[in-house]
């Protein structure tokens, strides 16, 4: 790597490690390559949170994104959801707009597994936190929604 992208890169890791909870290894191939264009979609990722929408508003579309993607890790962002403030009742009304819109395989494949996350976040948040770790691995506490691409 010549010395540009590996400064590029240094600045990179820089910023993902004040606004983003660290720079996650698997982000490292674009990095390298368009340095740019990471550094654009960080602050992108930034700015939202200081939006029109609050943080909670914006967990849940995201959540609602997700489970419309069946997206393998809807318990993550649940998580993040309920830590913006979210109900298991405002989940349960994503997951419910979702089957609207995409139909029961949407429910089936990604939103029961929300609305579990839901619950045992309500019932338990420590220990929701620590499942959730342990299914999709990584650290959860004090994260906000732009931290969970980094």
Known sequence: MNDKKENDMTS???FAAQHFNGWKEKYRL?????????????RARVALNDG????????LITLGLDISKLHN???TQTVRAMQAGATAQ???EVVGICLLKHGMVTYEEAGVR????AEDYEADPEGAIKRVEALHGGVMSGLRFH????
């Open 147 to 150: 931290d969970q691409i980094w």
């Open 52 to 59: 029109a929408l609050k943080t909670k508003e914006v967990e």
């Open 73 to 75: 890790d809807v318990e």
């Open 114 to 117: 929300a609305l579990k996350t």
């Open 12 to 14: 990179l890791r820089e």
């Open 90 to 92: 405002q989940v349960a």
């Open 30 to 42: 674009m990095g390298d390559k368009y340095p740019e264009t990471m550094e654009r979609m960080m």
